[in-house]
């Protein structure tokens, strides 16, 4: 039986997850489907659109993310800090903004008088609604309800669009985390999709070179990685807004990955091919 997420998410141990999404219908999400001589390749910008905004309105940070044919990737980070220093206007705001929310909530947002009663009971679904801004759960249903109504809106069908609910991964430590970083935003190389990282589509990295206020988790913006007593310390992953390591030294590391032949991948990058600070100049 699958493990229940309550056993799988513990925000004491570490908030970074990895999220994996795959497409129930002849395996295709988007792209080119030769089965129906028709794309649905635009479908790759309605992920990346609402990625974007259930940034803006959870408190749950997009680290990286590629969105491929018939399946996307998310490496997440749940800020359950700043979920619980929200008041109740910035809970209510951010909420109202994805759903409905019950007439209590609507009539405080339009400014109605409230009784002391009344007011009791909205603050009892405001603190529900904090819980439900740095839940993994909530986030990706979201976003898969949403893409699915779409889809099946487009081709004019129902039924299941998602292949079964969202697997995924805790990530522990600062290693690894760069490691699920890197196979994330190589995956339309591994695919043979795109030769180089930069020349992907869809993806964080293609995202992070081309337009600055991204959106996503940033990187350090020193060139220090750390004092002599950091280093020391156990690694861990750290609580901070940003990732740990310069973003040049993040695209070296890319780089030296997507170099590596790997037996169960199609595509790696050439071997010949200049370094990537050099490539994206």
């Known amino acids: 039986m699958p493990t229940p997420r309550r056993r799988q998410v513990c925000l004491d141990v570490t908030p970074f997850y990895h999220c994996v999404t795959r497409c129930v219908r002849q395996a295709f999400l988007c792209g080119f ?6 794309s649905a390749d635009h479908r790759r910008n309605w992920i990346e659109d609402r990625l974007l905004l259930l940034n803006e309105v959870f408190c749950i940070q997009v680290v990286g993310y590629a969105v491929m044919s018939n399946h996307y990737h998310v490496v997440l980070k749940v800020d359950r800090e700043l979920a619980n220093q929200l008041n109740r206007d910035e809970t209510i705001g951010r909420w109202l903004r994805l759903y409905k929310g019950p ?17 009791q009971k909205l603050d009892k679904i405001v603190a529900n609604c904090k819980a439900e801004l740095h839940s993994i759960s909530r986030f990706m249903g979201n976003l898969n309800e949403h893409i699915a109504r779409r889809s ?5 069908c129902t039924g299941r669009f998602w292949e079964s609910r969202f697997k995924l991964q805790a990530i522990l430590d600062l290693p690894a985390l760069l490691r699920t970083l890197c196979y994330v935003d190589l995956n339309p190389v591994r695919a043979k999709v795109a030769e180089t990282p930069e020349k992907s589509q869809h993806t964080s990295i293609k995202r992070r070179l081309e337009k600055p206020a991204h ?3 940033s990187f350090r913006r020193n060139n220090s990685i750390g004092s002599k007593k950091e280093n020391h310390v156990k690694r861990e992953v750290p609580i901070e807004h940003e990732i740990p390591i310069p973003f040049q030294a993040y695209l070296d590391l890319l780089d030296w990955t997507g170099r590596q032949l790997k037996t169960n991948k199609r595509g790696r990058i050439d ?3 200049a ?7």
Do not use: C, H, W
């Open 33 to 38: 489907n030769k089965f129906t001589n028709t």
């Open 103 to 119: 007439e209590l909530m609507q009539r405080y947002a339009k400014g109605e008088s409230l009784s002391q009663v009344e007011l």
């Open 152 to 156: 099946n809106s487009e081709d004019q």
């Open 215 to 217: 959106g996503l988790m």
């Open 271 to 273: 071997a010949q091919a």
């Open 275 to 281: 370094p990537i600070i050099e490539r994206i100049g």
